[in-house]
């Protein structure tokens, strides 16, 4: 039973897909499948950073606004090139000078949260919603709230290639979904195998004990907030080369998606507890829901609905693992 | 003494027991409450009488048997139902709210209100000032429970229960965080309520408390009911063997250190407390290789800050800390603990365990640097690590897999000794380190403690129990008000040198060697 309760969003996975498989014809194709891929890959990037903030107790909203600034760092890069006034002159970086530029923003971004959060000791909830404001203010001031509208870059200025991360393909499979796979198997790895991850575990279960065990708290949680802003930097990336144009709104709510992926993916908003692996479940399941209620025309408001009934359950069933499992505890306290 | 006439049964817990899935916390348990009487139930941990306790509360429902107040069958399916007949309960743990102040946690379950609509503060807070007079305790019932120590958190607990008339009072280890004065205030009060007719359940892993203040004893052993007696006609190795079936002591003899290297020096270490003067007031400690200090002293004498200032968990701590030649002033509690310093945290749940994590995560936390190789963990290196701790700490669990709040307080006290020790510590402080366990893993801690003196450590433990500090220590040293007031090779301290040391105002006149 408690097996049942522990692999339940894998079971709810295998649900979802039996369901579509079944009532939508053209859902178990690999182009179907592919392009759910690519949806969740966007998803489950920020999910991942998502993870480590939530697992020290924490909570990244910030993430979505990065998404959009991020898009319009390297679409302005690319598009209209880094003007610097004073000498009147405009420099146009390649695609990957613009990629790592980028990322940076993105962890600098997440290294801002982080400091809010150990230095000035501000709750991560009112941190990372001020960020929220800033990030996005500071991506409508760049662009002037207008879109970046071509990102393929010109030959002449050698700044080609930029829509590879959106679209192109390694052995058939979409980069984005190759990204992915790869995030989330270093991901599970440094969560689970590093000195680092087990502290992240470690903050979240009991910041006291682990300040007194010797752990740096400051560092890994500014750690975690970097490593959170450095995946949303990716996924605006990505987002802005599928699209191969950025706008200023690109990315809103997308937090909130993350937090549900990882929430259904059993990370305990607590602390201490979840996986990675867990979390990119969570994200399938979101992904496959959302796409699955599309391909069979429900219309978006009952989507919306039936997504918020769906993390509503999981978060229920978390509490009954939990009380099953303070059960177990109980009775091998007393034997 | 007429039991059955002077102490009338009020409460009878009838051939209870309590099954859960796969194991039974309490076998047939039939146990008598006598009004007007102390009634002490002993037993090591998971020996049922939480359970039993939980029970008589309706915090649980007994799997078979029935329970009988004033000799009629009852029903409590509520802790609510309980409290309607009359039984309160001082739970071990403290259920406070830090952000309330003390007069409204009295009040939280009942508050006192003005035309039964709102709180009418005026009133509870000089209900709560009676309760703290009659408690002896100068804390104004405006301060938050937060901002008081534990000892006093107590007390709070304690006027809790007192605030609501009860009949039956369960009181499951009161004493674990009070200092000596307050323990005879406590027991001043229970025999007042002793004579108003009240029937005390009381629950503690002191026996020479037992003896002092209990009437009739009940000793469980592995949910059943081991013996009963009257507390006149038995002694504290009576109640030992039957809790444990045999004697378990500390046999040592205290060593001399002094010619041993010094390993730990610390000099003038101060705190400044945030009421003015000093929490930790210039205190200067050497402790030699090999050496068992133990640091008694009250709750408030600063021999955590103590603790903490030499961890590096108080940033505003002045003084100098050399632990074996090397000076670890400005270094953060990370870099003293990789340089061969560690510390077993008083408070066990809020500072010594990591909830979520199993066993295993909790032993290696502080030494995962010892297990890198190249950015990983090297996992089979790390348990065989855990293997070992286990076996020599002799902790019981079925795997190290499990999370660490599945076991008892011995255990997971034994799992916080561990992950210090896999640091590889060359000083390691104990605060309070047998607080709220059995006698039997007490007794395997102060070995253990010994042992590592054996091994060449510097070791210090706090404690507040006299028996205790005489009992393993090679040397005692006796703070008061943030200073040392006192230091004794074992061989020259005398139990009542060590009280009049401990003393704020005695300590002056008490000196030492």
């Known amino acids: ?335 | 003494m007429n039991p059955s006439t002077d102490h009338p049964v009020v409460l009878a817990a009838v051939d209870v027991s309590k099954v859960f899935p796969g194991t039974v916390a309490l076998d047939k348990a039939s146990f008598e409450v006598r009004s007007g009487a102390v009634n002490v139930l002993v037993g090591e941990n998971g020996a049922g009488k939480s359970t039993l306790m939980k029970i008589l509360a309706g915090v649980e429902q007994p799997t078979s048997g029935q329970l009988l107040l004033d000799g009629k069958p009852i029903r409590f399916p509520t802790p609510r139902d309980a409290a309607g007949h009359g039984i309160g309960i001082i739970y071990q743990e403290l259920n406070l709210c830090p952000n309330l102040s003390v007069a409204e946690n009295i009040f939280i379950g009942a508050p006192l209100l003005r035309y039964r609509i709102d709180i009418d503060g005026r009133r509870q807070a000089e209900r709560a000032a009676e309760l703290m007079r009659r408690l002896e305790q100068a804390i104004d019932p405006q301060t938050l429970v937060g901002d008081l120590r534990i000892g006093q958190q107590q007390i709070v607990e304690i006027a809790k229960a007192l605030a609501e008339d009860v009949r039956i009072l369960i009181m499951d280890e009161p004493t674990s965080a009070l200092s000596s004065v307050e323990v005879e205030i406590l027991f001043r009060v229970i025999r007042e309520l002793k004579a108003a007719g009240v029937a005390i359940i009381y629950i503690s892993h002191r026996l020479d408390e037992i003896m002092v203040i209990g009437d009739y004893i009940t000793v469980m052993r592995d949910g059943r009911v081991q013996a009963r007696a009257a507390v006149a006609d038995i002694s504290i190795p009576w109640i030992v063997g039957q809790m444990v079936g045999a004697m378990a002591a500390v046999a040592a003899a205290p060593d001399s250190h002094a010619d041993a290297p010094p390993v730990l020096v610390a000099e003038n270490i101060a705190l400044a407390s945030a009421k003015g003067g000093f929490t930790v007031d210039h205190v200067s400690l050497t402790v030699r290789a090999g050496e068992v200090v133990g640091i008694y002293g009250l709750m408030g004498a600063g021999r955590s800050e103590l603790f903490e200032c030499l961890m590096g968990l108080q940033p505003d701590a002045t003084g100098s800390l050399m632990l074996a030649g090397k000076s670890l002033d400005g270094q953060s509690t990370a870099q003293r603990i990789k340089n061969g310093l560690a510390m077993v945290p008083e408070d066990r749940q809020s500072a010594g365990l990591i909830g979520p994590l199993s066993v295993a995560q909790n032993l290696t936390l502080s030494s995962l640097w010892r297990f890198v190789r190249r950015f990983a963990l090297d996992m089979p290196r790390e348990k065989k690590a855990v293997h070992d701790i286990i076996g020599s700490l002799n902790i019981k669990v079925s795997t190290p897999d499990v999370e660490i709040t599945a076991l008892s307080g011995g255990n997971q006290q034994k799992v916080v000794i561990g992950k210090s020790l896999l640091t590889e510590p060359k000083a390691i402080l104990l605060d309070e380190p047998g607080r709220g366990i059995d006698v039997g893993a007490k007794a395997e801690v102060f070995r253990t403690m010994r042992r590592l003196g054996e091994a060449g450590l510097a070791v210090v433990f706090a404690t507040s129990d006299l028996h205790e500090v005489m009992a393993v220590a090679d040397r005692i040293v006796v703070m008061a008000s943030g200073t040392i007031t006192a230091d004794f090779p074992r061989a020259a301290a005398t139990e009542d040198a060590l009280v009049l040391a401990s003393h704020p105002r005695t300590a002056a006149a008490a000196g030492g060697s």
């Open chain 1, 1 to 335: 039973m408690l097996l049942l309760m522990k692999l339940r969003t894998v079971i709810a996975l295998i649900a979802v897909f039996a369901f579509f498989g079944i009532t939508a014809p053209n859902f178990l194709t690999i182009g179907s499948l592919l392009i759910v891929g690519k949806h969740v890959a966007i998803n489950a990037y920020l999910a991942i950073g998502m993870t480590f903030v939530i697992l020290t107790a924490g909570i990244d909203l910030s993430v979505g606004s990065i998404v959009g600034l991020c898009g319009i760092v390297a679409g302005g890069l690319l598009d209209a090139g880094l003007r610097i006034s004073p000498l009147h002159l405009t420099i146009y970086p390649n695609v990957v000078e613009t990629i790592l530029i980028t990322l940076v923003v993105g962890a600098l971004v997440g290294v801002f949260n982080g400091v809010l959060v150990t230095k000035l000791r501000v709750a991560p909830f009112i941190a990372t919603l001020g960020t929220l404001y800033i990030a996005r203010g500071a991506a409508l001031l760049i662009s002037d709230g207008q879109t970046f509208p071509n990102l393929v870059g010109r030959p002449e200025l050698g700044n080609t290639g930029f829509p590879f991360l959106g679209s192109g393909t390694i052995a058939g499979v979409p980069f984005s979904i190759v990204a992915l796979v790869a995030f989330a198997a270093l991901a599970a790895y440094v969560a689970a195998r590093t000195p680092f991850g087990r502290q992240v575990y470690a903050v979240g279960g009991n910041e006291r004990a682990a300040l007194v065990s010797g752990v740096r708290i400051d560092r890994i949680k500014i750690i975690v907030y970097t490593i959170s802003g450095l995946c949303a930097a990716f996924a605006g990336l990505v987002v802005a080369s599928e699209l191969v144009a950025s706008h200023p709104a690109s990315g809103e709510t997308f937090e909130l998606n993350a937090i549900a992926a990882a929430v259904l993916g059993g990370t305990s908003l607590a602390g201490g507890r979840g996986s990675v692996g867990g979390t990119i479940i969570g994200a399938f399941v979101i992904g496959v829901l959302s796409d699955g209620l599309v391909m069979l025309g429900v219309s978006s408001f009952w989507q919306m609905v039936i997504k918020g009934s769906v993390i509503i359950a999981a978060v229920v069933l978390d509490q009954l693992q939990g009380q099953m499992q303070r059960k177990m505890a109980l009775q091998a306290q007393i034997g």
